[in-house]
C-alpha cells in the first residue's frame, strides 16, 4: 500500500494476533478548492499541474470499505482513528483468548 499522504488508506497490523485493521480517511464535503496561478496571457485562473493529486483523503463514493467488499464491521470515526482500534483490539483480544 503507497503513504497515506497519497491515497487516503493505510493498514494498522498487529503482529503478535496477525490482526489487520483498514482505515480510510473521507474527505470533507466541500474540501476542494480550487487554487491556482493568475495567466495574464488568458486572464484565467488556473490550476498547477499536479494539484489535488495527493489528497491525503478519498471522496465518500470511492470508499473501498463496504459491505460488498467483505467489511463485516465497519465504524465511523471522529479525529483519530488510532485509539478507537487500539480500544477493539483489545476488546478483541480478550474475547479471543490472548
Do not use: C
Amino acid at each position: 500500500m503507497l503513504n497515506r499522504d497519497e491515497t487516503g488508506r493505510e493498514f494498522v497490523f498487529y503482529p503478535e494476533t496477525g490482526k489487520r485493521y483498514f482505515i480510510e480517511y473521507i474527505q470533507p464535503k466541500g474540501y476542494r478548492t480550487y487554487w491556482g496561478s493568475y495567466n495574464p496571457s488568458t486572464g484565467n485562473i488556473e490550476n498547477k499541474k499536479g494539484a489535488g493529486k495527493f489528497t491525503g483523503g478519498v471522496l465518500e463514493q470511492d470508499s473501498m470499505i463496504t459491505k460488498e467488499n467483505g467489511f463485516d464491521e465497519i465504524i465511523e470515526g471522529k479525529g483519530s482513528p488510532y485509539a478507537q482500534i487500539e480500544a477493539m483490539h483489545e476488546e478483541w483480544k480478550r474475547n479471543n483468548g490472548y
